[in-house]
């Protein structure tokens, strides 16, 4: 016999134009075959109820795992369990998700066949984190739930002090902004770490998050411990004639308000004769005239990425914007990748030792300091990684000759190729 | 269970090549794009350098999918977009197809099963936003149902390109943000400090991790009546709930004095200027659910000054930072109050240093 509940201020949810994921639940409640998900999702509209009623959360966590692994589960186990026993456990699955988020309709009903028969029937794709967020079993459940999805191809995600799911962006499969191979930084980047994602024991999280260009469709800079983000050092590509036909149909007023005054480094001009005359030495690659006119200009033939470190959110010590410890890096030869690879191996191995419990990186910087930081992962300070030169005079300088020296050795050999 | 005896060790494969699931004209075509257009509100065709197109219909969802919905969205990609499906990282999905004939049907089926075609360009895109109530142990609110009241009232404005620029709105039922920076943000924040249950603290917590968390040193261990606790100084108490997840009995959500608050102007992206956090524009808003009327009430007012107000391609930061905050407090009609002047670190760099004075 199945248990329903009262559920007047949910049932208000039903309403209005914008999809509903209450009637969505209702309907596993009241027409899938499955007693088992008529069962937990009636509960949960319960306890949900219960949850609007009295203005509180009523979820604890606790230790569920799939053996052989230490995370990728959020235990939920109700605390008002006694009034709502049909999702008394309520554990989601977090799995990660094709680079890019790409599916075809046949393995997304492979997956809802398998959640089917060992959970709830609710799925998100996907979570903050990118993982997709299975939502809503029993602690056996997630073992059988894992084994049966686990041997066609899909994975547990990163919960916990681990290296996280890591993000893409739609990139050079469809967008003409690309700088570089999401995918491939994307996964050759993550499953290099599948250990120190599936048995917690960092500090904390570490997040890798790809965009393709300085749109930064993922949020990387505020939102990971290592963003990538793809870029060109060249010219810009400019076709005049589509420039021209953007005055043409925009009209000239709109495209100096727009475009050329819109530039935030002045490096525009539109000539006499409706061509646009770029300034590359002083554009800073932010997008906005690519984004208002992509028939007409496009990034540059130089590609590669800038690496920011350390964005998070507020906890602790408030938020925090990745800083550039890599303002440009080519991603062509397999020695590049390495290299990318090296570079986040040095950064996990210096946060793995060197954070303090429940600090991420960025945090861990604000502490030691940059210069500290880049000589703890062995790479070269550069005048790109801050936006002004240090403000106060609080500080010792003795060793500023060699250090100056240092500088000036390394411009030599640069100038000498 | 002989199941038990021999537990069958995972295969570490980490994240799955998106190739084998992606549309053959993206594959043939992939790094090779050229340029893009908007054709509608919802749709975007994509040229490559072959001459190759591919169009794609953004649609929104209600994010948790029950396997019906899902099923309804794979019969829309079986029977009208090649079975192609992916997400953005805002929950919405795209299907993407590669003749302009298959587009008009596509959307008609999306229409028609109930899922909103829309969120490109300059529109209010599909609000994110993580469980809430639903599912979190921690939550002040249920974002899932703020996002579902807030979007059957934003709904022409995903649907039409109305807006100066897109507007990224974000929500959050606690201080972790989960729903990150948006160019609106709709957060809790609470008012009161925790309430303790100090039977259960020395057995639930390890009293040294959550007295580090704290951002403020607000926490200290305590004997209380006689058991090992915790007690907090509530004057330095910040009200921010850094200590309730390591801690669940120092219980900081509270049904009248967890309260909404509303930041704008957090912006992702490098265009134009740098990537920016949001700031505090209104606070004290009742957490009310089933609708939240009035959180509602303010990013409506918010989105109709800024409709009016800002000019093409100005994003809410670029607009605020154009007319100033003066401004903004008067054509909102939000009071300005001594909380908008922050206190926090660095706290200086925010206020203003000069003359630049709007009259």
């Not at chain 1, 930081?373 to 500080?395: A, K, T």
Request: charged letters at 25%; one cysteine or more; proline letters at 6%.
């Amino acid at each position: 016999m199945v248990k329903k509940y009262e559920t007047p201020m949910l049932d208000v949810l039903e309403e209005g134009q914008w999809p509903s994921f209450i009637s969505g639940i209702r309907r596993l409640a009241n027409e899938h075959p499955s007693e088992f998900i008529n069962n937990i999702t009636h509960s949960l509209l319960g306890q949900l109820e219960h949850s609007y009623e009295t203005r509180k959360g009523y979820w604890k966590g606790g230790t569920v795992s799939v053996f052989g692994y230490g995370g990728g589960i959020i235990p939920r186990f109700s605390e008002v369990g006694d009034a709502f026993p049909a999702s008394r456990e309520f554990h989601t699955l977090r799995v990660q998700p094709p680079a890019g988020n790409y599916y075809s309709s046949a393995m997304l009903r492979q997956l809802a066949d398998s959640w089917e028969k060992y959970g709830s029937g609710l799925v998100t794709f996907h979570g903050q984190t990118g993982n997709i967020m299975f939502i809503g079993t029993t602690t056996d459940n997630t073992q059988h739930f894992f084994d049966e999805i686990n041997e066609y191809g899909w994975d547990l995600g990163g919960a916990g002090p681990c290296v996280r799911t890591a993000m893409s962006c739609v990139g050079a499969a469809r967008c003409e902004q690309s700088c570089a191979n999401e995918h491939k930084i994307h996964r050759l980047l993550v499953n290099n770490f599948m250990d120190d994602m599936h048995r917690p024991a960092l500090p904390y999280k570490f997040k890798f998050k790809v965009s393709g260009c300085p749109n930064d469709c993922q949020n990387a800079i505020e939102r990971a411990d290592m963003a990538i983000i793809g870029t060109w050092r060249d010219d810009m590509g400019v076709d005049q004639d589509a420039v021209k036909a953007y005055v043409e149909s925009k009209g000239r007023k709109y495209i100096i308000d727009n475009v050329v005054n819109r530039c935030p480094s002045q490096a525009l001009s539109l000539n006499d004769d409706d061509t646009l005359e770029v300034d590359n030495r002083n554009c800073v690659r932010c997008m906005h005239c690519l984004n208002v006119m992509p028939k007409a200009l496009s990034p540059g033939e130089d590609k590669g990425i800038t690496m920011l470190i350390g964005g998070k959110r507020t906890l602790k010590i408030g938020d925090l914007m990745g800083t550039v410890v890599v303002p440009f890096m080519k991603l062509e030869s397999d020695e590049d990748y390495e290299r990318l690879v090296e570079i986040a191996e040095e950064a996990i191995d210096f946060f793995a030792e060197n954070a303090l419990e429940h600090e991420r990186t960025g945090e861990m910087i604000e502490r030691i300091g940059l210069v500290n930081y880049m000589e703890g992962i062995g790479l070269e300070i550069d005048p790109n990684m801050i936006s002004n030169p240090r403000e106060s005079s609080y500080v010792r300088l003795d060793e500023w000759d060699q250090e100056a020296e240092k500088w000036n050795e390394a411009q030599a050999e640069k100038a000498a190729g | 269970m002989s199941e038990n005896a021999t537990p069958r060790p995972p295969t570490e494969s980490g994240c799955p090549d998106g190739f084998q699931y992606m549309h053959p004209v993206m594959i043939k075509n992939f790094g090779n794009w050229d340029y893009h257009e908007d054709p509608e509100p919802g749709v975007l065709l994509h040229v490559a350098k072959s001459g190759d197109k591919i169009w794609t219909v953004r649609c929104g969802t209600q994010r948790i999918l029950d396997l019906f919905t899902l099923r309804k969205l794979c019969d829309i990609a079986d029977e009208h977009a090649d079975g192609f499906i992916r997400f953005t990282i805002r929950s919405n999905v795209e299907y993407m197809v590669a003749k302009e004939e298959q587009v008009q049907p596509l959307i008609k089926a999306i229409k028609d099963a109930g899922f909103i075609v829309g969120g490109t360009r300059n529109s209010v895109a599909m609000i994110s936003h993580t469980q809430g109530w639903l599912h979190c142990d921690i939550p002040g609110t249920d974002a899932s149902g703020v996002v579902k009241s807030m979007m059957d009232e934003l709904i022409d404005e995903f649907k039409e390109w109305n807006m100066p620029n897109r507007v990224h709105i974000t929500t959050s039922c606690c201080q972790i943000n989960c729903g990150g920076q948006g160019d609106i943000a709709i957060n809790i924040q609470h008012t009161k400090p925790p309430k303790i249950n100090h039977d259960l603290v020395a057995n639930v917590c390890e009293r040294p991790s959550v007295v580090a968390r704290c951002p403020v040193a607000a926490i200290r261990p305590a004997l209380v009546n006689g058991k090992p606790s915790l007690e907090v100084d509530e004057k330095k108490c910040i009200c921010c709930g850094a200590c309730f997840p390591p801690c669940p009995p120092m219980q900081i959500n509270d049904a009248e004095h967890s309260k909404l608050a509303v930041w704008i102007g957090g912006n992702h992206s490098n265009a134009r200027s740098k990537p920016s956090f949001q700031k505090l524009v209104a606070a004290g808003i009742p957490n009310n659910p089933p609708r939240w009327p009035e959180a509602t009430a303010i990013v409506k007012r918010i989105l109709k000054v800024y409709k009016e107000d800002a000019k093409d391609w100005e994003r809410i930061n670029d607009w605020v930072d154009r007319i100033g905050w003066p401004r903004f407090f008067e054509l909102t009609k939000l009071p300005f109050t001594k909380f908008h002047v922050d206190t926090w670190r660095g706290a200086r760099k925010s206020l203003n240093a000069s003359t630049h004075i709007r009259f």
